[in-house]
């Protein structure tokens, strides 16, 4: 990936800080304290995915900052926009590495407050995200196109699903979802990124279980992903 390129994936988890206030016109932004990329992985390999950052709501001028969103839907329209634009971008970077179409839905954007922390959550549906075949799914790319995600990864699947193998080791597991602190290595030689996981139906089918998959080819942040393979 040319480093253009790379600064526009950086670009979406940037966005994701500092977009929704450009045109708020506050005196004082709310601070960025942590973030999550939520994939919710679906039997058919789409996903629906959640961006989420939170911020520091303790001073007032921030938290005044922050409700003014509530609002403010030119603010809002315009930072989906530019979010879907720069994950579009990651998309297609992910399609030229994989034989199916990938597809970004329309992204909205959600703001919520509970005590001192206020959450942005700009969601859409990821189409093909993940490889789908005979009650497997597979889900490499765009996460193991870069070295690192600057917040922290959560994969779900499907309940009637569970997860058989994972790389590199989660910082928390269970069967049917998985968890990366922000900055986990995806990169070689540590084994890149892969989850794989097999419904009820395809583990009792054969009474074998599959080991990890070899991934087809390989963001932000969400194209969401913070640093590509040097």
């Known amino acids: ?3 253009c390129s790379r600064a ?4 979406v988890i940037a966005t994701l800080a500092v977009s929704l206030f450009a045109g708020v016109g506050a005196a004082q932004e709310p601070e960025p304290v942590d973030g999550r990329f939520l ?3 679906e039997a058919d390999g789409d996903a629906q995915i959640s961006l989420e950052q939170e911020y520091d709501l303790s001073n007032d001028a921030e938290r005044d900052a922050f409700e003014s969103l509530h609002d403010d839907e030119t603010a809002q329209r315009e930072a989906a926009e530019q979010v879907q634009q720069d994950t579009e971008y990651v998309n297609n ?5 994989t034989d199916r179409d990938m597809t970004v839905g329309e992204v909205t954007v959600e703001t919520s407050v509970d005590g001192n922390v206020g959450t942005v959550a700009y969601q859409f549906t990821w189409g093909n995200l993940a490889t789908a075949e005979d ?3 597979v889900l490499a790319e765009p996460f193991s196109l870069y070295d690192e995600l600057d917040r922290k990864l959560v994969v779900v699947v499907p ?3 569970e ?3 994972a790389t590199p080791d989660p910082d928390e597991q269970n069967a ?3 968890s990366w602190e922000g900055f986990t290595s995806f990169s070689e030689p540590e084994g890149g990124f892969e989850v794989v996981a097999e419904s009820d139906e395809a583990s009792s089918g054969d009474g074998a279980g599959f080991g990890p998959a070899v991934a087809v080819g390989a963001l932000v942040a969400a194209a969401l992903l913070a640093h590509r393979r040097r």
């Open 176 to 178: 049917t979802s998985a």
């Open 39 to 41: 994939v919710e992985l």
């Open 8 to 11: 526009i994936v950086a670009l």
């Open 159 to 161: 309940e009637e699903y």
């Open 1 to 3: 990936m040319s480093p």
């Open 163 to 165: 997860i058989t193998a």
């Open 93 to 97: 970077v992910a399609d030229e590495e």
């Open 135 to 137: 009650g497997r799914l």
